[in-house]
């Protein structure tokens, strides 16, 4: 706390923890100057509180509004009609640290309950599901299964298509494909736990969809290089996303893979790093030279001295992991727009993905090899990047058989 926050204010019981408060401020990064304004607001906050003579039950969401509209006369020579929207964000944040130590109760109680609960620890128990996935999946859900009352047992063959045709009229063929894909897994829990009867899974519809059908989307290997080569290292920026993009280009890691790399994944004696993939298997690949200069680089020089445990992280305070994979695909798009790729065929990271595995076929990599490098569970899915392999495709083809009769 400031000279000025002990003259002015008088916080009371939350005088303590206003310290810890900032410490822990300062050690995601933020400037002096936003920890004062953060310490000042919190103290503000605190101030009102002892006036009011509010108790440790009271400093819920319902006290931060009486706060935030409150006609401020404050000791320390305020005069407002109420405080602003950002001396308002800065108490909750204030709020969300005393509930992480344990000062006060959690406010969660008051927010509505995670729907399907079971069915989402079943999918990451039993199943092996990411958690992105189980998000999307109770999400249309959620939106789904109202329609179908609280009784699952009375589920019938007739009703359960029903309640599919219904709900997904008039939306997008990739959406119907998400709610009948959901509502399946969702079927099989419910079995699996005698809620209704076995094999109701086989009664949803199929939405038409021709897999694998369409060309792999890739870059020709010299247009990648530029792309890397795009990344400006004399800034920490330009350091991190290269380190990025030559994992995404030289081992076709999903963005994924790429977010949720630790430090302890990393064996540089071996020069190899571990990958948990889809259906948390974990994987050991060989790190390549240029992408293990370029992650060390950033390591070393790039990398806010943070105690969070996962390598690639945000560059400006508070710093913190990426939260989505989306984060590495804008990556991506922004190292092509610097790049001047003209019409990509796509834009995210698993541009790089298809380009890494369509340049190891044409290069003379087996399928095998290729598989195993993408963790495909299928040698269907790696024999889709040969379509694009016109030299390999030639020596196969058949000559039309001319002159057959009919």
Same mark, same amino acid.
């Given at each position: 706390?400031?000279? =000025?926050?002990?003259?002015f204010?008088?916080?009371?019981?939350?005088?303590?923890?206003?310290?810890?408060?900032?410490?822990? +401020?300062?050690?995601?990064?933020?400037?002096?100057?936003?920890?004062?304004?953060?310490?000042?607001?919190a103290?503000?906050?605190?101030?009102?509180?002892?006036?009011?003579?509010?108790?440790?039950?009271?400093?819920?969401? @319902?006290?931060?509004?009486?706060?935030?509209?409150?006609?401020?006369?404050?000791?320390?020579?305020?005069?407002?009609?109420?405080? %602003?929207?950002?001396?308002?964000?800065?108490?909750?944040?204030? *709020?969300?640290?005393?509930?992480?130590?344990?000062?006060?109760?959690?406010?969660?109680?008051?927010q509505?309950?995670?729907?399907?609960?079971?069915?989402?620890?079943?999918?990451?128990?039993?199943?092996?599901?990411?958690?992105?996935?189980?998000?999307?999946?109770?999400?249309?859900?959620?939106? +789904?299964?109202?329609?179908?009352?609280? @009784?699952?047992?009375?589920?019938?063959?007739?009703?359960?298509?029903?309640?599919?045709? %219904?709900?997904?009229?008039?939306?997008?063929? !990739?959406?119907?494909?998400?709610?009948?894909?959901?509502?399946?897994?969702?079927?099989r829990?419910?079995?699996?736990?005698?809620?209704?009867?076995?094999?109701?899974?086989?009664?949803?519809?199929?939405?038409?969809?021709?897999? +694998? !059908?369409?060309?792999?989307?890739?870059?020709?290997?010299?247009? *990648?290089?530029?792309?890397?080569?795009?990344?400006?290292i004399?800034?920490?920026?330009?350091?991190?996303?290269?380190?990025?993009?030559?994992?995404?280009?030289?081992?076709?890691?999903?963005?994924?893979?790429?977010?949720?790399?630790?430090?302890?994944?990393i064996?540089?004696?071996?020069?190899?790093?571990?990958?948990?993939?889809?259906?948390?298997?974990?994987?050991?690949?060989?790190?390549? =030279? @240029?992408?293990?200069?370029?992650?060390?680089?950033?390591? =070393?020089?790039?990398?806010?001295?943070?105690?969070?445990?996962?390598?690639?992280?945000?560059?400006?305070?508070?710093?913190?992991?990426?939260?989505?994979?989306g984060?590495?695909? %804008?990556?991506?798009?922004?190292?092509?727009?610097?790049?001047?790729?003209?019409?990509?065929?796509?834009?995210?990271?698993?541009?790089?993905?298809?380009?890494?595995?369509?340049?190891?076929?044409?290069?003379?990599?087996?399928?095998?090899?290729? %598989?195993s490098?993408?963790?495909?569970?299928?040698?269907?899915?790696?024999?889709?990047?040969?379509?694009?392999?016109?030299?390999?495709?030639? !020596?196969?083809?058949?000559?039309?058989?001319?002159?057959?009769?009919?």
């Amino acid at each position: 706390m400031t000279k =000025q926050h002990s003259t002015f204010m008088q916080p009371g019981a939350l005088a303590k923890h206003l310290a810890g408060f900032t410490q822990e +401020l300062e050690s995601v990064g933020y400037a002096q100057l936003t920890v004062a304004g953060y310490s000042m607001s919190a103290a503000h906050f605190a101030e009102w509180a002892r006036r009011r003579d509010q108790g440790e039950a009271d400093w819920s969401a @319902d006290a931060i509004d009486r706060f935030a509209r409150h006609r401020c006369c404050c000791f320390g020579g305020r005069r407002w009609h109420r405080v %602003s929207g950002k001396y308002v964000r800065r108490v909750r944040r204030f *709020i969300h640290y005393l509930e992480r130590q344990g000062v006060i109760a959690s406010c969660a109680e008051a927010q509505p309950v995670a729907p399907l609960p079971e069915f989402s620890d079943w999918l990451a128990l039993h199943r092996g599901v990411s958690a992105r996935t189980i998000e999307r999946y109770v999400g249309a859900l959620s939106r +789904l299964l109202p329609a179908a009352g609280e @009784d699952r047992t009375t589920f019938t063959a007739l009703r359960v298509r029903q309640l599919v045709l %219904s709900h997904v009229r008039g939306h997008s063929t !990739s959406y119907a494909r998400c709610v009948v894909t959901a509502l399946r897994v969702y079927l099989r829990f419910l079995a699996s736990q005698g809620h209704c009867p076995a094999g109701l899974d086989r009664s949803i519809p199929t939405i038409p969809q021709w897999r +694998l !059908s369409a060309l792999p989307r890739y870059l020709p290997a010299d247009e *990648i290089e530029r792309v890397v080569a795009a990344c400006d290292i004399a800034t920490p920026v330009g350091v991190r996303d290269r380190a990025v993009l030559l994992l995404l280009a030289r081992l076709g890691l999903r963005a994924g893979d790429v977010v949720k790399l630790g430090l302890a994944d990393i064996d540089w004696h071996a020069a190899t790093l571990k990958v948990c993939g889809k259906g948390r298997r974990d994987v050991r690949l060989p790190l390549p =030279q @240029d992408a293990g200069d370029a992650v060390l680089a950033y390591l =070393q020089h790039a990398r806010p001295r943070v105690a969070i445990d996962r390598v690639f992280l945000c560059l400006r305070a508070p710093y913190r992991p990426f939260r989505r994979s989306g984060t590495i695909s %804008s990556i991506v798009s922004a190292a092509l727009h610097r790049a001047g790729v003209c019409q990509p065929p796509s834009r995210g990271a698993n541009l790089l993905r298809h380009s890494a595995a369509t340049a190891l076929l044409r290069a003379g990599a087996s399928l095998d090899a290729v %598989s195993s490098l993408l963790r495909h569970r299928s040698l269907d899915m790696t024999a889709h990047y040969a379509k694009v392999d016109v030299a390999m495709l030639t !020596s196969v083809a058949q000559p039309w058989p001319e002159g057959v009769p009919c």
